[in-house]
């Protein structure tokens, strides 16, 4: 039987794709708008890591609600968890008091200082103007939080989007609130905006767009809220990202539900909105790029190539054979992939015949080169491997190299972070001379990370500069051959000596 706490949507020996687990928050007493906060941090992925990143002062005491937001995101990752250390590091003192969702919400985000909230943090600019002169002062500030006017009676339906609308729309003050305007020398007719608060029923947009004013933004998170002003009962409805489905966290209880809970609902309290990705296409890249995928055997670099340009266009297997005997490239729009052997079983000679070969496959050669590597336990063999690479190239083409880690689901079974991982297993200089640039995938669940990794891979390719063109090849074999005649000719005098 599972436990009441764990929701698993699939046996873990399932190949189903979709295959996820979410735990729950044991409430208080009526901590409930708290566990909702919780939980719609922990499944905001870059909060996460802002959090698991994010040092712990070595002074610091058991009530440092940094810590203890570490220890609840582990502990939620495995099983059920208590919040006890995180409402001591808020000051919770009465646990059988409900408090204010947002409010909540609000204090943990400054609690946590700029490197984690910063996540959830915009810029808003407030324009004041002098009805008499026509002067404008203009302030801007950062928020974490709109507070939407309520325009409609509590038996009507409220349009967010009119309302984000109405939020951003201009005021008159009354006499009593007018500005002073330095220009006029004396308070003046204002503009500005102001809000209210009010009840009512939601429908819920899945988006907000704005045209081309906004980039647009898609809704993952409602905190839901039953009873009144001074009681009832908070819960969270969350989508996925992991697999796009919804649930409800109800403290202890997580379940699957829908997107259709929220149409034309009383009781969403806090919409929670991010800015969706630019829709980057393979001819949408603005430089072209030509992609080498280099690694040891078995490491998946098929299966990445097929990712990267969103079809099967790499066979892949499934045995411990290497299923890529020769190099060959695909190509889909403005992006180029070279997909390799295992050149490392290679002699030197033939290893310089087989990169020529790759060079020439996507003239004038490669802008990006991608180091494939699964996440296992075989950490020195894989940076010996990149080291070997490394000495048979020039060194400086590390600026134009990523690193891809395979097997993202193996890090859950390690119960280590990707931070974590690459410290434990020795390869922090292997990612620091790819100026610790990045990127972890799972392949059965690989075109889930096609537009992810296509937006990382454009930031590399800022022009049409060659990572190494067949001509720089050439020289750095050469630089080679002589710098080792040079080392040999050195040992014979002092032999000779």
């Known amino acids: ?263 034309n609902s009383h009781l969403p309290y806090m919409l929670m909105y991010r800015k969706g990705k630019a829709v980057l296409s393979h001819d949408s890249v603005l430089h072209p790029m030509r992609i080498l995928l280099m690694g040891p055997s078995r490491a998946g670099k098929s299966a990445v190539g097929n990712i990267i340009l969103g079809g099967n266009y790499f066979t892949c297997g499934s045995g411990s054979e290497t299923v890529t005997k020769a190099s060959m490239a695909k190509t889909v729009g403005k992006i180029t992939v070279v997909d390799t052997p295992n050149l490392f079983s290679l002699d030197e000679q033939s290893w310089s015949r087989e990169m020529e070969k790759c060079i020439e496959l996507c003239d004038p050669g490669p802008n990006v080169i991608l180091w494939v590597t699964p996440i296992c336990t075989f950490s020195e063999q894989q940076q010996g491997l990149f080291h070997a690479f490394r000495k048979r190239l020039d060194s400086g083409m590390t600026k134009h190299m990523m690193i891809i880690f395979t097997n993202g689901r193996e890090l859950k079974k390690l119960g280590q972070t990707i931070n974590t991982f690459i410290k434990r297993s020795k390869l922090s200089k292997v990612v620091g001379s790819c100026q610790n640039r990045y990127h972890v995938i799972d392949i059965p669940n690989g075109h889930n990370y096609t537009l992810e990794l296509l937006e990382n891979l454009s930031k590399m390719v800022t022009s049409e500069f060659t990572a190494i063109s067949k001509r720089q090849f050439k020289h750095c074999i050469r630089r080679k051959k002589f710098l080792r005649r040079k080392s040999l000719k050195t040992l014979k005098m002092l032999k000779s000596d």
């Open 1 to 263: 039987m599972n436990n009441p706490g764990t929701l698993t949507a699939e046996k873990r020996d399932s190949p189903n794709r979709n295959e996820v687990q979410y735990n729950g928050l044991k409430n208080q007493g009526a901590t409930c708008y708290l566990n909702a906060v919780l939980q719609c941090l922990f499944m905001t992925p870059k909060f996460r890591e802002a959090v698991v990143s994010q040092n712990v002062p070595g002074d610091c005491g058991q009530e440092n609600l940094l810590l203890q937001l570490k220890k609840l995101f582990e502990q939620l990752s495995d099983k059920a968890a208590s919040t006890e250390g995180i409402t001591k590091s808020l000051g919770v003192r009465n646990v059988f008091e409900q408090q204010d969702a947002v409010e909540y919400y609000r204090k943990i985000l400054k609690a946590m200082g700029t490197h984690a909230s910063k996540v959830f943090e915009g810029k808003m600019s407030n324009i004041t103007k002098c009805c008499k002169c026509g002067e404008e002062t203009k302030e801007t500030n950062t928020f974490i939080s709109i507070l939407l006017s309520i325009d409609v009676g509590n038996d009507e339906k409220y349009d967010v989007k009119n309302g984000l609308k109405t939020f951003f729309e201009h005021s008159k003050l009354e006499e009593d609130d007018w500005m002073y305007c330095d220009k006029c020398d004396q308070k003046t007719e204002t503009e500005t905006m102001s809000y209210k608060k009010n009840e009512c029923c939601l429908d819920v947009p899945p988006s907000l767009h704005n045209g081309d004013k906004w980039p647009k933004y898609d809704l993952y998170a409602v905190i839901n809220h039953r009873g009144g002003y001074t009681g009832g009962h908070y819960d969270a409805i969350i989508r996925s990202y992991e697999n796009g489905k919804w649930y409800c966290f109800d403290d202890y209880t997580v379940r699957q539900t829908s997107e259709a809970s929220l149409k």
